[in-house]
């Protein structure tokens, strides 16, 4: 039963993950097999939750490897489109890419774009459209909330999030947007950006160190 649900897993060889499973059980003392017997599909979506995170670690190590040695590079593939059609949409923020931007906005996203409304060297902002639009695609496939344009030429990515995701998921993004910027070049810029300025991830940065910078940008 376990196997059957774990089989589902198609980055998985099936001989391996069978071979994982048998492994995990024959570690396992009467207590365990027995509670096991009882909820075999509980136990399976724990072998797939470590499995998962053994997965994660090992598409990085590898990104982290091919990037080094040039098996992955950036190259300039992803144009914006002509018209855009979000579900929900706002046309009251000056400086925006489209005529509508995408309305789905949570209130830290909504104070970013009102102070880049008043930055003047702002060409443009877009509140890019979750997997639809942009993305940074390495060890995780990472769409960045907006997209700024500066009057020099510089294209930011900025992540807003809440006090509350100060995770792993976060310094993950926080990685590969660093590994983005690194590889595409100097015109290229990316931030997560955060309210505060207490207890921020490494890389992070505060709503006013961040509007601090673009205005220099």
Excluded at 65 to 86: D, G, M, Q, Y
Excluded at 102 to 115: R, S, T, Y
Excluded at 196 to 213: H, K, R, V, Y
């Amino acid at each position: 039963m376990m196997f059957s649900q774990l089989n589902k897993l198609n980055m998985v060889d099936a001989a391996e993950l069978k071979a994982y499973i048998n492994r995990i059980v024959d570690d396992m003392d009467k207590a365990q097999l027995a509670a096991m017997e009882k909820a075999p599909l509980g136990y399976a979506a724990k072998i797939r939750d470590k499995i998962e995170t053994l997965l994660e670690a090992h598409y990085r190590e590898t990104f982290e490897k091919w990037l080094e040695t040039e098996r992955i590079v950036c190259t300039p593939s992803f144009r914006l489109p002509l018209a855009i059609h979000p579900t929900t949409h706002t046309d009251i923020y000056a400086r925006s890419l489209y005529t509508a931007e995408d309305g789905d906005m949570n209130k830290l996203e909504e104070e970013l774009i009102v102070e880049l409304t008043a930055l003047q060297n702002v060409r443009w902002w877009h509140r890019n459209i979750a997997r639809q639009g942009f993305a940074i695609n390495g060890f995780i496939k990472h769409y960045p909330d907006i997209l700024i344009m500066t009057q020099s030429g510089k294209l930011i990515c900025a992540e807003t999030k809440g006090e509350h995701l100060k995770n792993d998921d976060s310094r993950e993004k926080i990685a590969l947007g660093q590994a983005w910027r690194t590889a595409a070049g100097k015109d290229f810029r990316y931030y997560m950006v955060f309210e505060n300025e207490e207890n921020l991830l490494p890389g992070a940065m505060s709503m006013s160190q961040f509007i601090d910078t673009v205005k220099a940008l």
